[in-house]
């Protein structure tokens, strides 16, 4: 069952002259358990399309499903409350809070978001299996590159969400890690039955995926089933 | 709340800083309002001790109780109660070889009348005879004491000072206060004149030829340089006031401003805007809070340690409107911004 699909989405930014065109006509479609990636060249259009799939921005046209429902006109309340409890996050770069340490950093969700979340067993053993349950007091800064991806990502999956967007999740990790990470993300979504979404250059992943889709200048076509 | 806390305590330096700078505007407001409530009341202090609610005085005195005369005749139809008492004022120029000479205002009462009655001595008592006086306690500082025998404007005649007073200050002089007959003697004038005007502490409505009564209010305002004084202040910190709330809103919009790239993150998230507004409010309100109840703390501990000569006084409606003000001010300054916290593109964060 597809749980997020994108149908005829187009994006262009600017206007006249300036008219860029991000996404061309795409079509897109994730099901539950299985991981899909998104490869392509610097300027495709990857983050543009993890920005619609994930509500953040409205495509120019086409219409966005997440869980069979249209979210394509949510209003920016509906799209907040849709990302809260659906959609774990991991950005490109940047995505921690700086002045909360990395316990914190779910603490806050558990403040927004009372119920669903993991259980603190489940917390401690998501850590642990990233390698980073040491560094639960430590603030973002303090970390490295790829510890901070670590901590994004459990971030992102620690309100438990269906679907998971992540960008370029692997870009600071050591070939050890990715392989770490690439396991993780397959665990997830065979057990747990999330749609995994993850845009990368990093073919190390391919392994792990079940789907490889290539963006390139705003068109996405299917490379691997 | 949460986040609120968590960006102070880590962003220290940067809080901490802009705090000072609303205690120190707090402060300065506090120090002013209250050397300028310090100033009018050092103006007013024996009129508001002597309970006064209405003033009879010479119609040709344009309101001011030291150019005024009342006579016998003046007074033919005039009823006094036991809530008017008849005053006699006259500037005096008061020396001693060992101290410092002092320019102060005498008074002159009649010991069976209300003001003399309920004169507040701090030590000694209340002047008897006519080579008696008692003076306002600001002369203690300024080495006078009890016994201490002084000449009033260069004439032979000594007089001794037996008290020392409270609240015997008008228009900033210090009051000595004698008997009525000391008054006629320092104040040579026609025959038959009674005081310089009447206070009483009810309000009358007296009016016969050459003589009438004002109230309290149009009586002090006339009090010399009180009105001037009092709106050169008042616009003052008005204007101190309504700047520098201006300059904390914009210190707290700058600081709300330069949250939004993680504002864009956290709406990435998830996090609703409602609670990033929550935040941003109540961590403006935070900083106000503790830098006003600083200044106001500050503000105690200057007033305690200010020397008596020095006219400062609190007035609980400034504080607190200036403390609601800056809370105000800081609600808006933090809430400017509100609808680009609405208007935070999660996009930008990817
Ligand atoms: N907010 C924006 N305004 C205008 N143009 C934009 C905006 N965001 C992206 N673009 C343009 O859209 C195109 C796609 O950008 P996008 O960020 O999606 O690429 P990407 O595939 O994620 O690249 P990278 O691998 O470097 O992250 C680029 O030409 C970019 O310049
Ligand atoms: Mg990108």
């Known amino acids: ?225 | 709340m949460f986040l609120a806390l968590k960006e102070i305590k880590y962003e220290k330096l940067r809080y901490g800083l802009i705090t000072l700078m609303i205690f120190l505007i707090a402060y300065l407001i506090f120090m002013l309002s209250s050397l300028s409530v310090g100033l009018a009341s050092e103006n007013t202090q024996a009129v508001n001790s002597w309970q006064t609610q209405a003033v009879v005085l010479n119609d040709n005195s344009n309101v001011s109780l030291s150019q005024s005369l009342l006579t016998k005749e003046d007074l033919k139809d005039f009823k006094k109660t036991k809530n008017d008492s008849y005053v006699g004022i006259v500037p005096i120029v008061m020396k001693e070889k060992k101290h410092q000479t002092i320019s102060a205002q005498f008074i002159g009462l009649n010991k069976d009348e209300y003001i003399y009655k309920d004169l507040e001595v701090v030590s000694g008592r209340k002047a008897k005879h006519n080579d008696e006086i008692a003076v306002d306690q600001i002369l203690w500082n300024r080495g006078y004491r009890l016994g201490d025998k002084v000449t009033l404007n260069g004439s032979d005649q000594k007089y001794k000072i037996v008290g020392f007073l409270k609240n015997a200050k008008i228009n900033i002089a210090p009051i000595a206060y004698g008997t009525m007959a000391t008054w006629k003697k320092l104040r040579p004038m026609a025959p038959n004149v009674e005081a310089s005007g009447i206070i009483s502490k009810k309000n009358l409505d007296f009016k016969a030829k050459n003589v009438r009564s004002y109230d309290k209010q149009t009586f002090v305002n006339k009090l010399p340089g009180y009105t001037a004084q009092n709106s050169t202040f008042e616009l003052m910190i008005g204007f101190l006031f309504v700047i520098s709330l201006i300059v904390i809103a914009v210190f707290l919009y700058i600081l709300t401003i330069q949250k939004m790239p993680n504002y864009a993150v956290l709406r990435a998230q998830g996090i609703p805007s409602k609670t990033l507004i929550g935040a941003t409010l109540s961590q403006s309100l935070i900083l106000v809070i503790i830098g006003t109840v600083l200044a106001y703390l500050l503000m105690l501990l200057t007033v305690s340690v200010m020397p008596a000569t020095v006219p400062i006084d609190f007035a609980p409606w400034i504080m607190i409107s200036t403390i609601a003000g800056m809370i105000l001010m800081g609600a808006i300054g933090g809430l400017i911004p509100i609808r680009s916290i609405l208007k935070v593109d999660p996009s930008k964060a990817v």
């Open chain 1, 1 to 225: 069952m597809s749980v997020i699909e994108l149908k005829d989405v187009s994006k262009s930014y600017g206007q006249g002259d300036a008219k860029v065109n991000a996404l061309k006509n795409i079509n897109f479609e994730a099901q539950k358990g299985e991981v899909v990636l998104i490869e392509g060249p610097s300027g495709a259009g990857k983050s543009t399309f993890l920005t619609i799939a994930g509500a953040l921005q409205k495509p120019t046209s086409g219409e966005v499903f997440i869980g069979k429902k249209d979210v394509t006109n949510y209003s920016p309340k509906q799209a907040d409350a849709l990302r809260l409890d659906k959609i774990g996050f991991v950005l490109q770069a940047y995505n921690l809070v700086p002045y909360l340490t990395v316990r914190e950093q779910f603490i806050l969700v558990d403040k927004v978001k009372k119920t669903g979340n993991l259980s603190k067993e489940a917390l401690d053993r998501l850590l642990d299996e990233l390698g980073i349950s040491q560094l639960v007091n430590k603030y973002p800064k303090e970390l490295s590159g790829g510890q901070q991806q670590r901590v994004a990502i459990a971030r992102a999956l620690y309100a438990d969400p269906a679907i998971i967007l992540a960008d370029e999740p692997t870009a600071s990790l050591d070939s050890e890690k990715v392989e770490e990470v690439g396991k993780l993300f397959k665990t997830l979504a065979k057990q747990k039955e999330k749609a995994i979404i993850l845009v990368t250059h990093d073919l190390r992943l391919n392994k792990y995926s079940d789907k490889i889709y290539e963006m390139l200048d705003g068109h996405l076509s299917l490379k691997k089933k």
